[in-house]
T-cell receptor
Framework: DADVTQTPRNRITKTGKRIMLECSQTKGHDRMYWYRQDPGLGLRLIYY???????NKGEISDGYSVSRQAQAKFSLSLESAIPNQTALYFCATSDSRGGGTEAFFGQGTRLTVV | GQSLEQPSEVTAVEGAIVQINCTYQTSGFYGLSWYQQHDGGAPTFLSY????GLEETGRFSSFLSRSDSYGYLLLQELQMKDSASYFCAVCSNDYKLSFGAGTTVTVRA
């Protein structure tokens, strides 16, 4: 089983719908991140969390919200999906006890908004 | 905020050496990391530099110059399986991890 699991792996949704992407990890890491990847733009940080009570906005948080339900779970929501949110989304974790400098990524969720 | 610059594409033949440069601007710099990604799969960690100098891990080496806000990833003895995208990433002193746009490396036979 993967250490960082994202569900769903693929999703097609309609404009205006609410959608949640889920991430769970078995690595025992305290830090979790959500990124989106678009061709030619690399990985852009949406939100990050350093523990259950700590949530921080990244570069492109508008239109997104997150919930850290437990140390192992970090969900990303699109309250009202729009087509330019079509992208590949990655969840990642890191461990502050190890310096937090190495991130471990899930397999990604490919989201299409039509 | 952070900004990182790296070349968009590099092509080389098997057995060659490739250097991918990365320049960055950031407040609160902590270290520079490198990640590899194959065909939209999960990025995987390659190396990390917090101090100036060269870190060697097998065929891959990474270099950092903090005074120049510059680093590079050196891929030696290129193999076909090294065809992938490579990202530099800045770790800031609040442990936020910000990525560059990536360099696509194509290895030709």
């Amino acid at each position: 089983d993967a250490d960082v699991t994202q569900t769903p792996r693929n999703r097609i949704t309609k404009t205006g719908k609410r959608i949640m992407l889920e991430c769970s990890q078995t690595k025992g890491h305290d830090r979790m991140y959500w990124y989106r990847q678009d061709p030619g733009l690399g990985l852009r940080l949406i939100y990050y969390s350093f523990d259950v009570k700590d949530i921080n906005k990244g570069e492109i948080s508008d239109g997104y919200s997150v919930s850290r339900q437990a140390q192992a779970k970090f969900s990303l929501s699109l309250e009202s999906a729009i087509p330019n949110q079509t992208a590949l989304y990655f969840c990642a974790t890191s461990d502050s006890r190890g310096g937090g400098t190495e991130a471990f990524f899930g397999q990604g969720t490919r989201l299409t908004v039509v | 905020g952070q900004s990182l610059e790296q070349p968009s594409e590099v092509t080389a033949v098997e057995g060659a050496i490739v250097q991918i440069n990365c320049t960055y601007q950031t407040s609160g710099f902590y270290g520079l990391s490198w990640y590899q990604q194959h065909d939209g799969g999960a990025p995987t960690f390659l190396s990390y530099n917090a101090l100036d100098g060269l870190e060697e891990t097998g065929r891959f080496s990474s270099f950092l110059s903090r005074s120049d806000s510059y680093g590079y990833l050196l891929l030696q003895e290129l193999q076909m399986k090294d065809s992938a995208s490579y990202f530099c990433a800045v770790c800031s002193n609040d442990y936020k991890l910000s990525f560059g746009a990536g360099t696509t490396v194509t290895v030709r036979a």
